[in-house]
């Protein structure tokens, strides 16, 4: 069975640090994109970049350029979603997602981190 | 880059009705391929449900179909279970912006 496993709930403060994590299992690792998606609480769904666990390509939406940045290691089939400095406009679910063979959408979704950021 | 504007933003139906939900993107979509739908139930994650604006990704039922082409797509979910009850999300790709969402549709029991 195809899963993405994300790693658990964060509360941070501003100014702090984090890295949250998806691991890919079930599949080839390398063979599909990995996106992410932020949803801020009550609100919709907003992509914010994708990875090829391959390669360490990305893409990024440019409202989130310079946010947050992805990363990926292989040898352990895990991507990761990390901030340098937390600002409390970065609370939120944070989801990743295996990007269908097709390129065009999400097929397989972990089931959230939520990051909670407040002093 | 091209907006998704979804309608209404909320849906009342009882279970067995007939739902319809709407996704009007602001400029023609270039291939209905890059059309997608998804279901968000309440505290969970997102569900693929419909891709290439009319198949139906593994294990969806098939009283969800998707349809449509140009502007405006629709998913239709023919009688409503009590599990249907969720908020839907159309998604579209794009060579410059990638992935857009639309901003949901939430689908309440009346």
């Known amino acids: 069975e195809v899963q993405m496993l994300q790693s658990g709930a964060e509360v941070k403060k501003p100014g702090e640090s984090l890295r949250i994590s998806c691991k890919g299992s079930?599949?080839?690792?390398?063979?599909?994109?990995i996106g992410w998606v932020r949803q801020m609480p009550g609100k919709g769904l907003e992509w914010m970049g994708i990875i090829h666990p391959g390669n360490s390509d990305t893409r990024n939406r440019p409202s989130f350029q310079g946010q947050a940045t992805m990363s990926a290691d292989k040898s352990i089939s895990t991507a990761y979603l990390q901030w340098s400095s937390l600002e409390a406009s970065d609370t939120g679910m944070y989801y990743c997602?295996?990007?269908?063979?097709?390129?065009?959408?999400?097929?397989?979704w972990g089931r959230g981190t939520l990051v909670t950021v407040s002093s | 880059e091209i907006v998704l504007t979804q309608s209404p933003g909320t849906l009342s139906l009882s279970p067995g009705e007939r739902a319809t939900l709407s996704c009007r993107a602001s400029q023609s979509v270039s291939s209905i391929s890059y059309l997608a739908w998804y279901q968000q139930i309440p505290g969970q994650a997102p569900r693929l449900l419909i891709y290439?604006?009319?198949n139906r990704a593994t294990g969806v039922p098939d009283r969800f179909s998707g349809s449509g082409s140009g502007t405006d797509f629709t998913l239709t979910i023919s009688r409503l279970e009590p599990e249907d009850f969720a908020v839907y999300y159309c998604?579209?790709?794009?060579?410059?912006?990638?992935?857009?969402f639309g901003q949901g549709t939430k689908l309440e029991i009346k």
């Open positions: 998604q579209h790709y794009g060579t410059s912006s990638l992935y857009t």
């Open positions: 997602a295996r990007r269908h063979s097709t390129g065009w959408n999400f097929d397989v």
């Open positions: 290439g604006a009319s």
């Open positions: 079930g599949y080839s690792f390398t063979s599909h994109w």
